[in-house]
């Protein structure tokens, strides 16, 4: 409850509470959005086949941001045999929290031979923001997945800094109970690790891209680390993880530039694409808008 001497011109604005559910199925030789449910906003425009049978979606978020107090959850279930790619339109700006978190959870289940590519644009962390951000990927036997998330500390555009605020990131990528990658990381815009070499090393963004099926191997692990860069800017590397009879490729990229980090991740996944979905790559529109 308000105090009645506090002015109603300062008071905390009200928070989106926004959940989306996609279920994409095979009909014939084609994916099919079967299923679509969304409170709040947060919405897909139509289905789209640039790629013939291959069911491509644009996730929306009208209100361009999220704030402090904002929920957003993000479900989607691609079912066996289906093949779905998820994109956004534009960077996820997480803004000034007034002390309040700010959170979006996403989880993403692939069947039994299904394919998914995950592919949202950055999230750009605003001074002062408390941002929470947590994937749960779950891939079935046969499945395959591909996707990414990237963080920008600070609106790099505007010169702003990144001085206050905090960031977690928490990642989930398994079958079931069993998991193959964990990772709870929490980022203080003051922690000293920021600007140590064994942190961050004064680097602003960070980039994260996973890759789960059986074609994801040591041998195309050691192919793509030929091809990554190591410079003071840019930096990436790439790991082969295995349990539980599945594998996974995990690249991490930081550097001083979004374009850069964006750039290693879009050719990863480009290199990737044929090994993990037996599909070969091709660029999304939406990046050439």
């Not at 079967?34 to 491509?56: N, S, T």
């Not at 209100?63 to 993000?74: K, M, Q, R, T, W």
């Not at 064994?198 to 692990?221: E, F, K, R, Y």
Request: net charge neutral.
């Amino acid at each position: 409850m308000r105090h009645p001497d506090f002015p109603s011109s300062l008071a905390m604005p009200a928070a989106w509470q926004a959940t989306l559910q996609l279920r994409f199925a095979p009909r014939g030789e084609r994916t099919v959005l079967a299923g679509r449910r969304h409170q709040g906003p947060l919405l897909v425009q139509k289905a789209l086949y640039p790629e013939g049978g291959i069911c491509h979606a644009v996730i929306l978020h009208p209100p361009a941001g999220v704030a402090g107090g904002d929920s957003l959850e993000i479900d989607v279930t691609v079912e066996a045999g289906a093949h779905a790619v998820l994109a956004t339109p534009g960077a996820t700006k997480w803004y000034k929290s007034l002390g309040r978190d700010a959170a979006q959870r996403v989880r993403l289940a692939v069947g039994e031979g299904a394919r998914l590519d995950w592919l949202p644009q950055e999230n750009i962390v605003f001074d002062d923001a408390r941002a929470r951000i947590a994937t749960v990927l779950e891939v079935a036997p046969g499945g395959s997945a591909i996707g990414w998330d990237a963080v920008v500390l600070g609106r790099q555009a505007s010169g702003e800094q990144w001085a206050r605020g905090a960031l977690w990131l928490d990642t989930r990528i398994g079958a079931g109970e069993r998991a193959l990658w964990i990772e709870q990381a929490r980022i203080d815009a003051a922690s000293p690790l920021r600007h140590a070499v064994p942190g961050l090393d004064g680097l602003n963004v960070l980039g994260t891209l996973w890759a789960v099926g059986a074609g994801a191997t040591q041998d195309l692990a050691e192919t793509l680390a030929e091809q990554l860069p190591y410079t003071p800017a840019l930096r990436a590397g790439v790991t082969c993880l295995a349990a539980h009879g599945q594998s996974m490729l995990l690249l991490r990229v930081l550097g001083r530039h979004m374009e850069a980090v964006r750039q290693v991740m879009t050719d990863t996944w480009q290199a990737l694409r044929l090994p993990l979905h037996g599909v070969a790559a091709r660029p999304l529109r939406l990046w050439a808008t």
